[in-house]
Protein backbone atom coordinates (compact mmCIF):
# COMPACT_ATOMS: atom_id res chain seq x y z
CA UNK A 1 0.00 0.00 0.00
CA UNK A 2 3.22 2.24 0.66
CA UNK A 3 4.37 2.11 -2.74
CA UNK A 4 1.72 3.94 -4.52
CA UNK A 5 1.51 6.96 -2.46
CA UNK A 6 5.63 7.57 -3.08
CA UNK A 7 4.98 6.98 -6.78
CA UNK A 8 2.06 9.47 -6.62
CA UNK A 9 4.79 11.95 -4.59
CA UNK A 10 7.48 11.07 -7.33
CA UNK A 11 5.07 12.24 -10.27
CA UNK A 12 3.43 15.23 -8.88
CA UNK A 13 7.02 16.59 -8.04
CA UNK A 14 8.21 15.98 -11.41
CA UNK A 15 4.75 18.06 -12.79
CA UNK A 16 6.06 20.69 -10.45
CA UNK A 17 9.58 21.07 -12.13
CA UNK A 18 7.93 20.80 -15.38
CA UNK A 19 5.22 23.58 -14.68
CA UNK A 20 7.63 25.85 -13.25
CA UNK A 21 9.37 27.49 -15.83
CA UNK A 22 9.97 26.45 -19.72
CA UNK A 23 12.61 28.37 -21.29
CA UNK A 24 11.82 29.46 -24.62
CA UNK A 25 13.83 28.74 -27.52
CA UNK A 26 16.58 30.87 -27.76
CA UNK A 27 20.53 30.50 -28.56
CA UNK A 28 21.95 29.67 -25.39
CA UNK A 29 25.66 31.65 -26.77
CA UNK A 30 23.78 34.81 -26.76
CA UNK A 31 24.96 37.69 -24.37
CA UNK A 32 20.81 38.55 -24.20
CA UNK A 33 17.93 36.37 -24.62
CA UNK A 34 14.54 37.51 -24.84
CA UNK A 35 11.71 35.40 -23.81
CA UNK A 36 7.88 35.80 -24.56
CA UNK A 37 8.37 38.43 -27.39
CA UNK A 38 4.97 39.99 -29.28
CA UNK A 39 4.20 43.42 -30.22
CA UNK A 40 1.15 44.48 -30.41
CA UNK A 41 -1.14 45.17 -33.53
CA UNK A 42 -1.92 47.97 -35.30
CA UNK A 43 -3.06 49.78 -38.43
CA UNK A 44 -0.83 52.03 -40.36
CA UNK A 45 -3.12 54.85 -39.02
CA UNK A 46 -2.50 53.85 -35.60
CA UNK A 47 0.81 55.73 -36.46
CA UNK A 48 2.63 53.69 -33.81
CA UNK A 49 2.85 50.07 -31.89
CA UNK A 50 4.76 48.44 -29.25
CA UNK A 51 6.70 45.26 -28.65
CA UNK A 52 7.27 43.90 -25.26
CA UNK A 53 9.31 40.89 -23.93
CA UNK A 54 12.10 39.70 -21.00
CA UNK A 55 15.45 40.53 -21.89
CA UNK A 56 18.19 38.72 -19.91
CA UNK A 57 21.89 39.26 -19.57
CA UNK A 58 23.38 35.96 -19.52
CA UNK A 59 27.13 37.35 -19.19
CA UNK A 60 28.97 38.66 -16.41
CA UNK A 61 29.58 42.21 -17.76
CA UNK A 62 26.01 44.42 -17.83
CA UNK A 63 24.48 45.12 -21.19
CA UNK A 64 22.88 48.11 -22.28
CA UNK A 65 20.56 48.01 -25.63
CA UNK A 66 21.14 50.85 -27.58
CA UNK A 67 18.76 50.90 -30.28
CA UNK A 68 16.40 48.52 -31.81
CA UNK A 69 15.73 48.38 -35.64
CA UNK A 70 13.31 46.53 -37.91
CA UNK A 71 13.71 45.71 -42.18
CA UNK A 72 10.11 46.58 -42.27
CA UNK A 73 9.37 49.91 -39.37
CA UNK A 74 12.03 52.96 -40.46
CA UNK A 75 12.22 54.43 -36.46
CA UNK A 76 12.24 52.06 -33.48
CA UNK A 77 12.71 53.83 -30.33
CA UNK A 78 13.50 52.49 -26.64
CA UNK A 79 10.69 53.48 -24.12
CA UNK A 80 9.34 53.83 -20.48
CA UNK A 81 6.51 54.96 -19.30
CA UNK A 82 6.38 57.57 -16.73
CA UNK A 83 3.13 58.94 -14.88
CA UNK A 84 1.33 57.73 -17.62
CA UNK A 85 3.55 59.16 -20.06
CA UNK A 86 5.70 57.93 -22.90
CA UNK A 87 9.60 58.99 -22.57
CA UNK A 88 12.50 58.00 -24.78
CA UNK A 89 15.13 56.07 -22.48
CA UNK A 90 18.30 57.99 -22.35
CA UNK A 91 21.19 55.85 -23.36
CA UNK A 92 19.01 52.87 -23.60
CA UNK A 93 18.15 49.93 -21.43
CA UNK A 94 20.59 49.18 -19.12
CA UNK A 95 20.74 45.19 -17.83
CA UNK A 96 22.94 44.62 -15.31
CA UNK A 97 25.29 41.38 -15.34
CA UNK A 98 22.64 38.11 -14.96
CA UNK A 99 19.72 40.09 -14.37
CA UNK A 100 16.30 40.51 -16.65
CA UNK A 101 14.36 43.27 -18.07
CA UNK A 102 10.79 42.92 -18.75
CA UNK A 103 9.56 45.34 -21.34
CA UNK A 104 5.49 45.66 -20.61
CA UNK A 105 2.31 47.77 -21.45
CA UNK A 106 2.82 50.66 -18.90
CA UNK A 107 6.08 49.74 -18.24
CA UNK A 108 9.60 49.41 -20.55
CA UNK A 109 8.73 48.90 -24.27
CA UNK A 110 10.08 49.10 -27.89
CA UNK A 111 7.92 51.86 -29.48
CA UNK A 112 7.26 50.96 -33.24
CA UNK A 113 6.67 55.15 -34.49
CA UNK A 114 5.64 54.70 -37.91
CA UNK A 115 4.22 51.56 -39.55
CA UNK A 116 4.24 51.36 -43.38
CA UNK A 117 2.15 47.95 -43.12
CA UNK A 118 -0.35 46.73 -40.61
CA UNK A 119 0.79 44.51 -37.45
CA UNK A 120 -1.78 41.37 -37.93
CA UNK A 121 -2.68 39.04 -35.13
CA UNK A 122 -0.47 36.20 -35.66
CA UNK A 123 2.27 38.27 -37.71
CA UNK A 124 5.76 36.74 -36.99
CA UNK A 125 7.90 40.26 -36.88
CA UNK A 126 11.64 40.49 -36.87
CA UNK A 127 13.75 42.76 -34.65
CA UNK A 128 16.93 43.23 -33.96
CA UNK A 129 18.40 45.10 -30.49
CA UNK A 130 21.47 46.66 -30.83
CA UNK A 131 23.25 46.22 -27.92
CA UNK A 132 26.50 49.18 -26.99
CA UNK A 133 29.10 46.20 -27.49
CA UNK A 134 28.13 46.38 -31.32
CA UNK A 135 26.43 43.15 -30.80
CA UNK A 136 22.92 42.62 -32.11
CA UNK A 137 20.15 40.13 -30.93
CA UNK A 138 17.59 39.05 -33.49
CA UNK A 139 14.05 37.98 -32.57
CA UNK A 140 10.90 37.38 -33.80
CA UNK A 141 7.59 38.72 -31.83
CA UNK A 142 3.91 37.59 -32.43
CA UNK A 143 2.20 40.08 -32.84
CA UNK A 144 -1.27 40.08 -30.45
CA UNK A 145 -4.22 42.15 -30.18
CA UNK A 146 -4.41 43.77 -27.29
CA UNK A 147 -6.67 46.47 -25.58
CA UNK A 148 -4.05 47.38 -22.57
CA UNK A 149 -1.47 49.41 -22.50
CA UNK A 150 -2.67 52.62 -24.08
CA UNK A 151 -1.73 54.90 -21.35
CA UNK A 152 1.75 55.19 -23.42
CA UNK A 153 -0.84 57.00 -26.24
CA UNK A 154 -2.53 59.78 -23.95
CA UNK A 155 -1.26 63.24 -23.52
CA UNK A 156 1.61 62.89 -25.87
CA UNK A 157 -1.12 63.53 -29.10
CA UNK A 158 1.72 61.87 -31.13
CA UNK A 159 4.22 64.33 -30.34
CA UNK A 160 6.72 62.26 -29.43
CA UNK A 161 9.14 65.18 -28.77
CA UNK A 162 7.17 67.31 -26.64
CA UNK A 163 6.36 64.41 -24.17
CA UNK A 164 7.81 63.87 -20.74
CA UNK B 1 7.74 25.94 0.10
CA UNK B 2 10.55 23.97 -0.09
CA UNK B 3 11.16 20.45 -2.25
CA UNK B 4 10.98 18.66 1.03
CA UNK B 5 8.15 20.19 2.83
CA UNK B 6 5.48 19.81 -0.33
CA UNK B 7 6.84 16.66 -0.76
CA UNK B 8 5.63 16.08 2.79
CA UNK B 9 2.81 17.55 2.50
CA UNK B 10 2.06 15.42 -0.53
CA UNK B 11 3.39 12.16 0.53
CA UNK B 12 1.20 12.64 3.58
CA UNK B 13 -2.04 13.47 2.16
CA UNK B 14 -1.71 10.44 -0.49
CA UNK B 15 -1.37 7.89 2.81
CA UNK B 16 -4.58 9.02 4.37
CA UNK B 17 -6.44 8.98 1.09
CA UNK B 18 -5.39 5.70 0.82
CA UNK B 19 -6.50 4.55 4.40
CA UNK B 20 -9.52 6.17 3.91
CA UNK B 21 -10.42 4.79 0.38
CA UNK B 22 -9.93 1.47 2.38
CA UNK B 23 -12.87 2.50 4.93
CA UNK B 24 -14.75 3.75 1.96
CA UNK B 25 -14.93 0.38 -0.14
CA UNK B 26 -17.41 -1.08 1.78
CA UNK B 27 -19.63 1.73 1.81
CA UNK B 28 -19.35 2.63 -1.98
CA UNK B 29 -20.33 -1.26 -2.96
CA UNK B 30 -23.60 0.66 -1.70
CA UNK B 31 -23.23 3.77 -2.42
CA UNK B 32 -23.81 4.87 1.43
CA UNK B 33 -22.66 8.03 2.49
CA UNK B 34 -20.14 7.46 5.11
CA UNK B 35 -19.13 9.80 7.57
CA UNK B 36 -15.09 9.73 7.84
CA UNK B 37 -13.20 11.62 10.37
CA UNK B 38 -12.43 14.81 9.33
CA UNK B 39 -9.06 14.67 6.99
CA UNK B 40 -8.36 18.13 7.99
CA UNK B 41 -7.74 21.02 5.34
CA UNK B 42 -6.05 19.73 2.44
CA UNK B 43 -2.20 22.35 2.34
CA UNK B 44 -0.99 20.96 -0.35
CA UNK B 45 -3.62 22.00 -3.23
CA UNK B 46 -2.40 18.58 -4.60
CA UNK B 47 -4.23 18.67 -8.18
CA UNK B 48 -3.75 22.59 -8.76
CA UNK B 49 -0.26 22.25 -10.37
CA UNK B 50 -0.79 19.14 -11.99
CA UNK B 51 -0.10 18.99 -15.36
CA UNK B 52 -1.11 16.85 -18.77
CA UNK B 53 1.16 17.85 -21.42
CA UNK B 54 0.53 20.01 -24.38
CA UNK B 55 2.65 18.78 -27.04
CA UNK B 56 2.64 15.29 -28.21
CA UNK B 57 1.56 13.04 -31.09
CA UNK B 58 -2.02 12.92 -30.27
CA UNK B 59 -4.36 16.05 -28.76
CA UNK B 60 -4.11 16.40 -25.48
CA UNK B 61 -7.33 16.54 -24.47
CA UNK B 62 -8.04 12.68 -26.48
CA UNK B 63 -5.78 11.36 -24.89
CA UNK B 64 -5.92 12.36 -21.00
CA UNK B 65 -8.89 11.65 -18.84
CA UNK B 66 -12.02 13.85 -18.99
CA UNK B 67 -11.66 16.97 -16.56
CA UNK B 68 -14.37 17.93 -13.99
CA UNK B 69 -15.27 20.56 -16.20
CA UNK B 70 -15.53 21.20 -20.06
CA UNK B 71 -16.19 24.16 -21.76
CA UNK B 72 -16.69 23.66 -26.16
CA UNK B 73 -16.19 26.99 -27.70
CA UNK B 74 -17.23 26.93 -31.37
CA UNK B 75 -15.83 29.66 -34.16
CA UNK B 76 -17.30 30.61 -37.67
CA UNK B 77 -14.65 32.05 -39.49
CA UNK B 78 -14.41 36.02 -41.08
CA UNK B 79 -14.81 36.41 -44.30
CA UNK B 80 -10.98 37.65 -44.79
CA UNK B 81 -9.47 34.48 -42.81
CA UNK B 82 -7.69 33.07 -45.60
CA UNK B 83 -4.84 30.20 -45.67
CA UNK B 84 -2.34 32.06 -44.28
CA UNK B 85 -4.34 33.59 -41.60
CA UNK B 86 -5.83 30.32 -40.50
CA UNK B 87 -2.29 29.30 -39.92
CA UNK B 88 -1.45 32.44 -38.35
CA UNK B 89 -4.78 31.87 -35.89
CA UNK B 90 -4.10 28.12 -35.04
CA UNK B 91 -0.42 29.33 -34.50
CA UNK B 92 -1.73 31.52 -31.92
CA UNK B 93 -4.37 29.21 -29.88
CA UNK B 94 -1.61 26.46 -29.92
CA UNK B 95 0.82 29.09 -27.87
CA UNK B 96 -1.93 29.96 -25.77
CA UNK B 97 -2.60 26.45 -24.87
CA UNK B 98 0.84 25.21 -24.91
CA UNK B 99 1.81 28.02 -22.23
CA UNK B 100 -1.45 27.95 -20.10
CA UNK B 101 -1.90 24.32 -19.88
CA UNK B 102 1.42 24.04 -18.26
CA UNK B 103 0.79 26.78 -15.92
CA UNK B 104 2.18 29.67 -17.53
CA UNK B 105 0.65 32.89 -18.71
CA UNK B 106 0.09 33.51 -21.93
CA UNK B 107 1.47 35.91 -24.04
CA UNK B 108 0.47 39.62 -23.40
CA UNK B 109 -1.64 37.42 -20.90
CA UNK B 110 -2.89 40.65 -17.72
CA UNK B 111 -3.88 37.86 -15.52
CA UNK B 112 -0.65 35.14 -15.45
CA UNK B 113 -2.13 34.54 -11.83
CA UNK B 114 -4.72 32.51 -12.92
CA UNK B 115 -2.72 30.19 -14.87
CA UNK B 116 -0.76 28.60 -12.47
CA UNK B 117 -3.64 25.83 -10.88
CA UNK B 118 -4.10 23.81 -14.60
CA UNK B 119 -5.40 20.99 -12.67
CA UNK B 120 -5.43 18.88 -15.74
CA UNK B 121 -6.05 21.49 -18.04
CA UNK B 122 -6.09 20.46 -21.81
CA UNK B 123 -6.71 22.33 -25.44
CA UNK B 124 -8.49 20.44 -28.27
CA UNK B 125 -8.58 21.37 -31.34
CA UNK B 126 -11.20 20.91 -34.41
CA UNK B 127 -11.73 21.94 -37.56
CA UNK B 128 -15.07 22.12 -39.84
CA UNK B 129 -15.32 21.56 -43.37
CA UNK B 130 -14.91 25.29 -44.23
CA UNK B 131 -12.10 25.70 -42.02
CA UNK B 132 -10.39 23.10 -44.28
CA UNK B 133 -11.38 23.75 -47.39
CA UNK B 134 -10.06 27.25 -47.17
CA UNK B 135 -6.73 25.68 -45.86
CA UNK B 136 -6.64 24.21 -49.20
CA UNK B 137 -6.86 20.72 -48.06
CA UNK B 138 -8.72 17.42 -48.76
CA UNK B 139 -11.64 16.93 -46.12
CA UNK B 140 -12.68 13.40 -45.27
CA UNK B 141 -15.78 12.76 -46.65
CA UNK B 142 -17.82 12.17 -43.25
CA UNK B 143 -16.46 15.97 -42.19
CA UNK B 144 -19.63 17.94 -42.20
CA UNK B 145 -23.10 17.84 -40.74
CA UNK B 146 -24.39 14.37 -39.62
CA UNK B 147 -27.31 12.53 -41.81
CA UNK B 148 -30.68 14.13 -40.27
CA UNK B 149 -32.61 11.74 -37.85
CA UNK B 150 -35.71 13.20 -38.01
CA UNK B 151 -37.00 10.19 -35.57
CA UNK B 152 -35.41 11.82 -32.93
CA UNK B 153 -33.56 15.59 -33.59
CA UNK B 154 -34.78 19.06 -32.68
CA UNK B 155 -31.84 20.39 -33.40
CA UNK B 156 -31.14 24.24 -33.04
CA UNK B 157 -28.63 26.34 -34.95
CA UNK B 158 -27.29 27.69 -32.04
CA UNK B 159 -26.17 25.17 -30.34
CA UNK B 160 -24.98 23.15 -34.10
CA UNK B 161 -22.00 23.40 -36.58
CA UNK B 162 -19.27 25.94 -36.52
CA UNK B 163 -16.05 26.06 -38.95
CA UNK B 164 -13.65 25.17 -35.45
CA UNK B 165 -14.17 24.29 -32.56
CA UNK B 166 -11.97 23.89 -29.31
CA UNK B 167 -12.64 21.65 -26.44
CA UNK B 168 -11.12 22.88 -23.31
CA UNK B 169 -11.39 20.42 -20.08
CA UNK B 170 -9.78 19.92 -16.51
CA UNK B 171 -10.41 20.18 -13.06
CA UNK B 172 -10.59 23.97 -12.04
CA UNK B 173 -13.55 25.84 -13.97
CA UNK B 174 -11.15 28.81 -12.99
CA UNK B 175 -8.40 27.75 -15.46
CA UNK B 176 -10.59 26.68 -18.37
CA UNK B 177 -12.45 30.38 -17.77
CA UNK B 178 -8.99 31.99 -18.52
CA UNK B 179 -8.08 29.81 -21.19
CA UNK B 180 -11.15 30.06 -22.48
CA UNK B 181 -10.56 33.93 -22.56
CA UNK B 182 -7.25 34.15 -24.04
CA UNK B 183 -8.29 32.33 -27.02
CA UNK B 184 -11.80 34.32 -27.85
CA UNK B 185 -9.70 37.24 -27.38
CA UNK B 186 -6.99 36.08 -29.51
CA UNK B 187 -9.46 35.05 -32.12
CA UNK B 188 -11.25 38.17 -32.92
CA UNK B 189 -9.48 38.95 -36.21
CA UNK B 190 -9.81 35.77 -37.65
CA UNK B 191 -13.58 34.34 -36.17
CA UNK B 192 -16.50 34.93 -34.09
CA UNK B 193 -17.62 33.13 -31.54
CA UNK B 194 -20.54 30.93 -32.67
CA UNK B 195 -21.66 29.55 -29.10
CA UNK B 196 -20.12 28.23 -25.90
CA UNK B 197 -21.21 24.90 -23.68
CA UNK B 198 -19.91 24.01 -20.54
CA UNK B 199 -20.23 21.21 -18.92
CA UNK B 200 -19.38 19.24 -15.59
CA UNK B 201 -18.83 15.46 -14.13
CA UNK B 202 -18.39 15.04 -10.29
CA UNK B 203 -16.07 17.55 -8.80
CA UNK B 204 -12.34 16.47 -8.51
CA UNK B 205 -11.96 13.93 -5.81
CA UNK B 206 -15.33 12.78 -4.70
CA UNK B 207 -14.92 9.95 -6.81
CA UNK B 208 -11.96 7.64 -7.26
CA UNK B 209 -9.99 8.51 -10.33
CA UNK B 210 -11.67 6.85 -13.19
CA UNK B 211 -14.96 6.56 -11.90
CA UNK B 212 -17.31 6.17 -14.61
CA UNK B 213 -19.82 9.54 -14.75
CA UNK B 214 -23.11 9.26 -13.70
CA UNK B 215 -25.52 11.71 -15.91
CA UNK B 216 -28.51 13.47 -14.21
CA UNK B 217 -30.90 10.60 -14.52
CA UNK B 218 -28.47 9.20 -12.19
CA UNK B 219 -27.33 6.06 -14.88
CA UNK B 220 -23.83 4.88 -15.00
CA UNK B 221 -23.39 6.53 -18.47
CA UNK B 222 -20.07 4.84 -20.52
CA UNK B 223 -19.29 2.11 -18.73
CA UNK B 224 -18.66 0.09 -22.10
CA UNK B 225 -16.05 3.12 -23.54
CA UNK B 226 -12.37 2.49 -24.09
CA UNK B 227 -10.34 4.00 -22.21
CA UNK B 228 -6.89 6.18 -23.43
CA UNK B 229 -4.52 3.52 -23.56
CA UNK B 230 -6.46 0.88 -24.13
CA UNK B 231 -5.73 -1.08 -27.70
CA UNK B 232 -9.79 -0.51 -28.40
CA UNK B 233 -8.96 3.26 -27.70
CA UNK B 234 -5.93 2.98 -30.32
CA UNK B 235 -8.53 1.14 -33.05
CA UNK B 236 -11.72 2.87 -32.26
CA UNK B 237 -9.86 6.76 -32.92
CA UNK B 238 -6.74 6.95 -34.78
CA UNK B 239 -7.49 8.02 -37.96
CA UNK B 240 -4.71 6.28 -40.10
CA UNK B 241 -4.12 5.23 -44.27
CA UNK B 242 -7.54 6.10 -44.99
CA UNK B 243 -7.03 9.43 -44.08
CA UNK B 244 -5.55 12.41 -45.85
CA UNK B 245 -2.10 12.80 -44.36
CA UNK B 246 -3.00 15.87 -42.55
CA UNK B 247 -5.51 13.68 -40.15
CA UNK B 248 -3.18 10.68 -39.32
CA UNK B 249 -2.80 10.86 -35.85
CA UNK B 250 -5.84 12.39 -35.22
CA UNK B 251 -9.56 11.80 -35.36
CA UNK B 252 -13.12 13.16 -35.15
CA UNK B 253 -15.08 14.63 -32.42
CA UNK B 254 -19.05 14.10 -32.53
CA UNK B 255 -20.70 16.59 -30.09
CA UNK B 256 -25.04 16.38 -29.91
CA UNK B 257 -26.25 18.70 -27.18
CA UNK B 258 -28.76 15.81 -26.06
CA UNK B 259 -31.56 17.97 -23.88
CA UNK B 260 -32.64 15.42 -20.63
CA UNK B 261 -36.70 15.22 -19.63
CA UNK B 262 -36.11 15.49 -16.03
CA UNK B 263 -39.19 15.83 -15.36
CA UNK B 264 -40.93 13.25 -17.43
CA UNK B 265 -38.31 10.37 -16.27
CA UNK B 266 -39.69 11.41 -12.72
CA UNK B 267 -42.59 9.63 -13.56
CA UNK B 268 -40.94 6.33 -14.42
CA UNK B 269 -40.12 3.92 -11.60
CA UNK B 270 -37.04 2.06 -11.00
CA UNK B 271 -37.62 -1.04 -12.80
CA UNK B 272 -38.58 0.89 -16.13
CA UNK B 273 -35.42 2.94 -15.59
CA UNK B 274 -33.38 0.34 -15.40
CA UNK B 275 -35.41 -1.51 -18.16
CA UNK B 276 -34.75 1.72 -20.65
CA UNK B 277 -31.15 1.26 -20.55
CA UNK B 278 -30.13 -2.35 -19.61
CA UNK B 279 -28.12 -1.65 -16.84
CA UNK B 280 -28.97 -1.28 -13.04
CA UNK B 281 -28.91 2.05 -11.85
CA UNK B 282 -26.83 1.32 -8.17
CA UNK B 283 -23.73 0.31 -10.11
CA UNK B 284 -23.87 0.57 -13.79
CA UNK B 285 -24.50 -3.45 -13.91
CA UNK B 286 -26.00 -4.76 -17.26
CA UNK B 287 -28.85 -6.73 -15.76
CA UNK B 288 -27.83 -9.70 -17.41
CA UNK B 289 -25.46 -9.99 -14.76
CA UNK B 290 -21.93 -9.27 -13.42
CA UNK B 291 -20.30 -6.12 -12.53
CA UNK B 292 -20.21 -2.80 -14.29
CA UNK B 293 -17.41 -3.71 -16.81
CA UNK B 294 -18.51 -7.08 -17.48
CA UNK B 295 -19.88 -7.40 -20.98
CA UNK B 296 -23.48 -7.19 -21.14
CA UNK B 297 -25.02 -10.99 -22.46
CA UNK B 298 -27.98 -9.48 -24.62
CA UNK B 299 -28.90 -12.93 -25.54
CA UNK B 300 -29.73 -13.69 -21.73
CA UNK B 301 -33.28 -14.92 -20.90
CA UNK B 302 -35.71 -15.13 -17.85
CA UNK B 303 -37.75 -17.85 -16.56
CA UNK B 304 -40.09 -17.04 -18.99
CA UNK B 305 -38.28 -17.29 -22.79
CA UNK B 306 -37.96 -12.96 -22.94
CA UNK B 307 -34.39 -11.49 -22.98
CA UNK B 308 -33.54 -10.20 -20.03
CA UNK B 309 -32.13 -7.04 -21.49
CA UNK B 310 -34.83 -5.54 -23.36
CA UNK B 311 -34.32 -5.10 -27.21
CA UNK B 312 -34.82 -1.68 -27.28
CA UNK B 313 -32.96 -1.19 -24.19
CA UNK B 314 -30.33 1.97 -25.04
CA UNK B 315 -27.67 -0.88 -23.91
CA UNK B 316 -28.76 -3.15 -26.33
CA UNK B 317 -29.12 -0.84 -29.34
CA UNK B 318 -25.90 1.15 -28.90
CA UNK B 319 -24.05 -2.28 -28.24
CA UNK B 320 -21.08 -2.78 -30.70
CA UNK B 321 -19.11 -6.62 -30.73
CA UNK B 322 -16.20 -4.79 -32.42
CA UNK B 323 -14.42 -1.67 -30.33
CA UNK B 324 -12.72 -0.87 -33.85
CA UNK B 325 -16.15 -0.32 -35.22
CA UNK B 326 -17.63 2.29 -32.35
CA UNK B 327 -16.88 5.12 -30.86
CA UNK B 328 -15.82 6.41 -27.86
CA UNK B 329 -17.14 8.65 -25.67
CA UNK B 330 -17.03 11.31 -23.40
CA UNK B 331 -19.62 12.89 -21.76
CA UNK B 332 -20.71 16.17 -19.54
CA UNK B 333 -23.64 17.33 -18.03
CA UNK B 334 -25.11 20.44 -18.60
CA UNK B 335 -27.29 22.28 -15.81
CA UNK B 336 -28.12 25.71 -17.34
CA UNK B 337 -30.99 28.50 -16.30
CA UNK B 338 -34.33 27.49 -17.59
CA UNK B 339 -34.99 29.75 -20.48
CA UNK B 340 -37.51 32.45 -20.37
CA UNK B 341 -41.34 30.81 -21.49
CA UNK B 342 -39.29 27.54 -21.54
CA UNK B 343 -42.55 24.18 -20.48
CA UNK B 344 -41.93 20.69 -19.32
CA UNK B 345 -43.50 18.32 -21.61
CA UNK B 346 -46.54 18.35 -19.93
CA UNK B 347 -47.06 22.11 -21.19
CA UNK B 348 -46.04 23.38 -17.18
CA UNK B 349 -43.38 26.02 -16.63
CA UNK B 350 -39.99 24.82 -17.31
CA UNK B 351 -38.09 23.98 -13.61
CA UNK B 352 -35.14 22.43 -15.52
CA UNK B 353 -32.99 22.66 -18.63
CA UNK B 354 -30.45 19.56 -18.31
CA UNK B 355 -28.37 17.64 -20.51
CA UNK B 356 -25.61 16.16 -21.34
CA UNK B 357 -23.18 17.76 -23.73
CA UNK B 358 -22.17 14.24 -25.76
CA UNK B 359 -19.09 13.94 -27.34
CA UNK B 360 -17.39 11.11 -29.21
CA UNK B 361 -13.77 10.19 -30.90
CA UNK B 362 -13.74 7.83 -33.54
CA UNK B 363 -12.05 7.37 -36.69
CA UNK B 364 -14.49 7.89 -39.26
CA UNK B 365 -17.77 9.31 -38.83
CA UNK B 366 -19.87 7.40 -41.15
CA UNK B 367 -18.40 3.97 -40.10
CA UNK B 368 -18.52 4.44 -36.96
CA UNK B 369 -20.20 7.13 -35.45
CA UNK B 370 -23.38 7.20 -38.18
CA UNK B 371 -24.44 3.56 -37.84
CA UNK B 372 -24.85 3.66 -33.96
CA UNK B 373 -27.10 6.81 -34.23
CA UNK B 374 -29.30 5.31 -36.70
CA UNK B 375 -29.96 2.29 -34.74
CA UNK B 376 -30.64 4.35 -32.11
CA UNK B 377 -32.48 6.71 -34.02
CA UNK B 378 -35.12 3.87 -35.05
CA UNK B 379 -35.60 2.11 -31.71
CA UNK B 380 -34.42 2.94 -27.79
CA UNK B 381 -36.42 3.09 -25.10
CA UNK B 382 -34.46 6.28 -23.64
CA UNK B 383 -35.63 8.65 -26.89
CA UNK B 384 -38.45 9.02 -24.73
CA UNK B 385 -36.91 11.83 -22.42
CA UNK B 386 -33.78 12.31 -24.56
CA UNK B 387 -33.88 15.03 -27.56
CA UNK B 388 -30.82 15.86 -29.48
CA UNK B 389 -30.83 19.66 -29.39
CA UNK B 390 -27.60 20.99 -31.02
CA UNK B 391 -25.29 18.55 -33.57
CA UNK B 392 -21.90 18.91 -34.39
CA UNK B 393 -18.55 17.17 -36.40
CA UNK B 394 -14.88 18.40 -36.40
CA UNK B 395 -12.01 16.67 -37.72
CA UNK B 396 -9.38 16.91 -34.65
CA UNK B 397 -5.58 17.08 -36.27
CA UNK B 398 -3.09 15.31 -34.54
CA UNK B 399 -0.97 17.03 -31.70
CA UNK B 400 2.20 18.83 -32.04
CA UNK B 401 5.77 18.95 -31.37
CA UNK B 402 6.90 21.84 -29.15
CA UNK B 403 7.37 25.26 -31.68
CA UNK B 404 4.95 23.96 -33.92
CA UNK B 405 1.04 24.34 -33.92
CA UNK B 406 -1.95 22.04 -34.16
CA UNK B 407 -3.58 21.98 -37.54
CA UNK B 408 0.01 22.22 -39.04
CA UNK B 409 -0.24 19.45 -41.02
CA UNK B 410 -2.97 20.81 -43.38
CA UNK B 411 -0.49 23.31 -44.51
CA UNK B 412 3.19 21.43 -45.23
Known amino acids: ?164 | MTGLSRRRLLLGGAAAGAGAAATLGAARAGLIPVALPDPGPDAAGVNGERTVPFHGPHQAGVTSAPGAHAVYLAFDLLRGTDRERLAAWLRLLSDDAARLTQGRGALADLEPELAVRPAGLTATFGLGREAVRRAGAEAPAWLGPLPAFPQIDALEQRWSGGDAVVLLHGDDPTSIAHLARMIVRDSRSFATLRWRQAGFRRAYGSDPSGTTMRNLFGQVDGSTTPRPGDAAFDSAVWAGSEAPAWLRGGTSLVLRRIAMDLEGWDEVGVDGREASVGRRLSDGAPLSGGAEKDPIDLEARDASGFTVINPAAHAARAHVADPARGIVRMGFTYDDPVESGATDSRGRPAVSHVGLLFGSWQRDVDAQFVPMQRRLAQADLLNTWTTPVGSGVWAIPPGCEEGGFVGETLFG
Open chain 1, 1 to 164: MHARPLVLAASAAAALLLAGCAPDAASEDAPLTVTDPWVKTAVPEDMMSAAFGTLTNTTDEDITVVAATSDVFPTIELHEVVDGAMAPVEGGFDIPAGESLTLEPGGYHLMIMELPEAIEAGDQVDLTLELSTGATVDLTATAKDFDGGNEEYHGSDMDMGSSE
